[in-house]
C-alpha cells in the first residue's frame, strides 16, 4: 500500500489571526484547507496596507493522514512558484506549538527565484535572481550551503511534460553573491542532468523534514508490582488519529483504567484484557492504541502510565512580506509543495 496524493491534508492552525498568538496547534478537519481556492491560504491585502508596507505570518501543517501507518519518507516542503506580484512569500520551518510571537525571530526562510542565466546539461553551478525583499538579509535567507534545491521548468506542480531535478549545493562555498545574483555551487559529484532555459525555470530551495509518521515517546509508569512491556508490546499511534497530547493511563482497580489528555481531557475507560483504541471523532481515527498484551503483573488503583503522542504532521510557517507602494495584482498567487516517498 502506498501513501496517495489524497492521504496528504494541508490544515491551518487553531489560532488564525494577526497577532502574537496566532498559530498553535493544528486545527482538525475543518481547518483543512482546499488546494486552488482564492485567499485559501493568505488573504487579500487592503490598500492601506500595500502603501505602508506589511508582513503576515500564517502557520500551516502537512498532515500525512493514510488509513495505514505508512510514513512519509524523505519528505519535503518548497515554495515551488514564487509570487508574480511586488509582494514575497517565504517559508520557515515551525513546531507543533510554535506562535507568531516566535516565529518572528525565525531567520531561516526557504523559498523559490528565477534562473537568471541558460544552463547546460553537466552544469555543476547556476545562478538565479532573488526578490530583494526575499527573507531576512535582502533576500539572502533562501539559499544556505548545504540545501536541497529542485529546479524545474514544469509548467505546474502537477505536469508530466519538461524537466525537474533535486541536487544538494556543496557543504562549504555553496553560495555566493552578486547583488540579489546568487551562484548556486552543487556539491562534489553532482551536476545537473538537464539544460535548462530561464525564461521558464525556477528553482527553489526544500525544507528537508525526513521521515513523517506518528508516534510515541515519554513512557512512564508509577506502579509498585504492576508491569507493561512497551518494547514488546509498543503503543501504536495513528497517522490518521495521533495528535500532540500527553496521556495519562490511571488505575481504577486491578483491572480498570481510565484515559486523559492533558489537553482534550478523558477519552473513556479500559480494561487490561482487551486493546483500547479511543476515537478522535473528528478524523474517524484512534488516537493511539493501548494492547492489552503489554499489560503484566498486579496493578492498584491510582497507579499510573503516562506516555506522549506526536502527529503525522510537517508544521511550517509562511511570512508574507509587501513593499511600500507594492502595486495591486489581479490573480496574484503562491504554490507550496510537498514531496516525499512512500516507506
Known amino acids: 500500500m502506498a501513501i496517495l496524493d489524497t492521504d496528504l491534508k494541508l490544515k491551518k ?44 505570518y500564517r502557520k500551516f501543517f502537512v498532515h500525512v493522514a493514510p488509513a495505514s501507518n505508512l510514513a512519509l519518507a524523505e519528505a519535503s516542503l518548497c515554495i515551488e512558484r514564487h509570487t508574480p506580484g511586488d509582494d514575497v512569500v517565504v517559508m520557515m520551518a ?44 535582502g533576500g539572502r535567507e533562501i539559499f544556505k550551503s548545504g540545501d536541497q534545491i529542485r529546479i524545474t521548468n514544469r509548467a505546474t506542480i502537477d505536469s508530466v511534460t519538461g524537466s525537474e531535478e533535486v541536487v544538494r549545493l556543496a557543504d562549504t562555498g555553496g553560495v555566493g553573491w552578486s ?8 556539491a562534489s559529484g553532482q551536476s545537473l542532468a538537464n539544460a535548462y532555459v530561464a525564461a521558464d525555470t525556477r528553482v527553489s530551495s526544500l525544507l528537508e523534514s525526513g521521515d513523517v509518521a506518528a508516534t510515541v515517546s515519554g513512557w512512564g509508569e508509577s506502579s509498585v508490582a504492576g508491569t507493561f512491556d512497551e518494547t514488546l508490546h509498543p503503543v501504536v499511534a495513528s497517522n490518521r488519529g495521533t ?74 510557517w509562511l511570512k508574507h512580506v509587501g513593499p511600500a507602494g507594492a502595486n495591486s495584482y489581479s490573480g496574484n498567487a503562491v504554490t507550496v509543495a ?5 516507506a
Not at 547583488?179 to 552543487?186: E, I
Request: with cysteine.
Open 13 to 56: 492552525s487553531v489560532a488564525v489571526h494577526d497577532g502574537d498568538g496566532n498559530g498553535g496547534r493544528m486545527g482538525g478537519a475543518a481547518a483543512e484547507v482546499t488546494t486552488g481556492v482564492k485567499n485559501n491560504m493568505l488573504p487579500d491585502i487592503p490598500h492601506a496596507e500595500r502603501m505602508g508596507g506589511f508582513t503576515r
Open 94 to 137: 515551525g513546531t507543533q506549538t510554535d506562535l507568531q510571537v516566535d516565529a518572528a525571530t525565525y531567520t531561516r526562510h526557504y523559498g523559490c527565484a528565477p534562473l537568471n542565466a541558460n544552463v547546460s546539461s553537466g552544469a555543476t553551478s547556476i545562478t538565479v535572481n532573488v526578490e530583494p525583499g526575499n527573507g531576512a538579509g
Open 179 to 186: 547583488g540579489t545574483v546568487a551562484t548556486l555551487t552543487l
Open 243 to 316: 495528535i500532540l497530547q500527553t496521556w495519562t493511563v490511571t488505575f481504577t482497580s486491578a483491572t480498570a483504567y481510565g484515559v486523559t489528555g492533558n489537553t482534550i481531557g478523558s477519552v473513556g475507560a479500559g480494561a487490561t484484557t482487551a486493546n483500547f483504541s479511543p476515537t478522535n471523532t473528528d478524523q474517524s481515527a484512534p488516537y493511539f492504541t493501548l494492547p492489552s498484551a503489554g499489560f503484566g503483573g498486579t496493578w492498584a488503583a491510582g497507579e499510573t502510565l503516562t506516555f506522549t503522542t506526536h502527529p503525522a504532521t510537517i508544521p511550517f
Open 338 to 342: 510537498v514531496f516525499g516517498q512512500s
